[in-house]
């Protein structure tokens, strides 16, 4: 109620006794100039794959927060699944842009650097030079083969360049190849039609 009366008296307008409920309709300006820029943008250049990143990003650094509060042997990140779409979609470039900047945004989120982490955005970069290799139209099959060479790259670097246990390495390896095989089979083909 408090709040309705502010939105009155800065718009300086008294509210009639049947309306206090209710408050005048009011669009920000700098949404609508949003809007127009994004349109205009939109004519020269193909902005869909940049909005995109955006959202694997903010999306990704959502299920990632978890580890600003404690660090589990688990990863389930959208990095992988992000990449490979990405690459599909509008090439090596955005998929590489994608396997970077999905983990790193996270990094920054959590206040979080390890070296781990840069071995892990490279077996994300590896899932999107194979995506360009093989090339398929199977969307789901194509997911989950490179997922799987992912992990088999990632399990090489845990187990002998990260010096990481036993079980954190299959710990790490079988969350993240369970998480994408229920990312790929379940939201792969719906995500793919809305990237334009």
Do not use: H, W
Request: glycine fraction near 4%; proline fraction near 3%.
């Amino acid at each position: 109620m408090l709040n309705q009366q502010r939105m009155y008296k800065k718009l300086g307008k008294q509210p009639s006794k049947g309306r206090k409920k209710y408050l005048p309709f009011v669009i920000d300006k700098r949404i609508i100039l949003g809007g127009i820029i994004f349109i205009l943008v939109s004519f020269f250049i193909n902005i869909f794959p940049i909005v995109f990143l955006i959202l694997f990003s903010i999306a990704n650094t959502a299920i990632l927060s978890f580890k600003r509060y404690f660090d589990a042997p688990v990863d389930p990140q959208l990095c992988t699944f992000a990449s490979i779409l990405m690459t599909m979609q509008y090439g090596l470039t955005y998929g590489l842009i994608t396997a970077f900047l999905t983990r790193f945004v996270s990094m920054i989120y959590n206040k979080k650097i390890k070296i781990a982490y840069f071995f892990m955005i490279s077996s994300y970069m590896v899932a999107a030079l194979f995506t360009e290799v093989i090339n398929s139209d199977n969307v789901v099959l194509l997911g989950i083969i490179v997922t799987i060479i992912s992990n088999i790259y990632m399990v090489f670097i845990r187990k002998y360049v990260t010096q990481y246990s036993n079980f954190e390495v299959i710990s790490y390896a079988l969350s993240d190849l369970i998480f994408n095989s229920v990312m790929f089979i379940g939201f792969s083909e719906i995500t793919l039609f809305f990237m334009i």
